[in-house]
């Protein structure tokens, strides 16, 4: 089905994740992204999400693009060139649960894609697929950081992966290059000053003060990534679904300050861009000038 990797863990309580998460919320640093707070005790036990849940099995699916936004446009995050994966990598999950339970028979379980309370880094970190690095996005030294992680979690038990190590030894890249310094400490990003909060979660006005800081980014921020060595061995995705929107990659930044409702609506209807919708995308774009 064209994912990159898998890794399994016995489903059960995120044990050094709950001071972590802890902290992180009682500092703020969810920002105003509110429903990190929603359902603490689930986001650590899938257990308590899902009914006899027994087994997380984790996937990786890449989506490095082929083809590149004009480096005179705006800048947008490499995840949303093509089409939103929250139902392309979805009905990719649910065909695989099929292909279970046709080998194995009766099984039970969610498929989850970003979309429900569920530290989808932590389990694959803790399965085996690569290691949470200091800009706190799961790396791997095969294929580096760009790619979506999945969850099945299943009433299955099955055999159980290992955590691998960490390889960002004394690299700083990602803290050095942070427009924002948002990454307080290694493997700490404070979410509130993250240029993609601002650009996709935030609903209020930017800060003033962040004026000329965001480096053209108008949706989400790939910094932390691009500046990555792991990165270097990012390849190509051969998803049809996820290649780059050819309006996108037509658009000078004439174009974005000029784009009207009823054309953002028609060229981004499949697109992860809905998310910051209309009003926040222009007033990004507006904040750019
Ligand atoms: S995504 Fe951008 S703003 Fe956010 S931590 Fe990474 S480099 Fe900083
Ligand atoms: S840039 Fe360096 S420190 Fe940051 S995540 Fe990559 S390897 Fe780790």
């Known amino acids: 089905m064209g994912f990159l990797s898998c890794g399994i863990s016995k489903a059960g309580y995120l044990e050094n994740e709950a001071p972590r998460l802890e902290d992180w919320l ?17 986001r650590l036990d899938p257990t308590l999400l899902v009914d006899d849940a027994k087994s997380v099995v984790s996937l990786l699916f890449n989506y490095y693009p082929k083809d590149f936004l004009d480096s005179d446009s705006y800048k947008i995050a490499k995840y949303a060139y093509g089409e ?29 894609v970003d979309s429900a309370p569920v530290l989808e880094k932590a389990w694959a970190a803790k399965s085996g697929l690569g290691w949470i690095g200091k800009n706190s996005n799961l790396l791997t030294q095969k294929v580096g950081s760009f790619y979506f992680i999945a969850e099945l979690i299943i009433d299955l038990e099955l055999e159980y992966d290992f955590a691998t190590t960490d390889h960002c030894g004394t690299c700083t890249a990602c803290i050095d290059a942070c427009p924002t310094q948002a990454i307080v400490a290694p493997y700490v990003v404070d979410g509130s000053k993250c240029i993609s909060y601002y650009t996709i979660e935030l609903k209020d006005n930017i800060p003033a003060e962040l004026k000329g800081k965001f480096d053209d980014w108008a949706f989400g921020c790939d910094v932390c990534q691009d500046v990555c060595p792991w990165n270097k061995f990012s390849t190509a995705h051969n998803e049809p679904l996820f290649e780059t929107n050819p309006n996108l990659l037509a658009m000078s930044k004439k174009d974005w300050t000029e784009i009207t409702e009823e054309t953002f609506r028609i060229v981004f209807k499949n697109s992860p861009l809905k998310r910051a919708k209309y009003k926040g995308i222009t007033r990004n774009i507006n904040f750019l000038q």
């Open 26 to 42: 009682n500092n703020n640093q969810n920002g105003q992204m509110s429903y990190m707070e929603n359902h603490f005790d689930k």
């Open 84 to 112: 939103d994966y929250h139902y392309v990598v979805k009905d990719k999950l649910k065909e695989f649960l099929f292909s279970i339970q046709n080998e194995i028979g009766e099984v039970s379980g969610r498929a989850f």
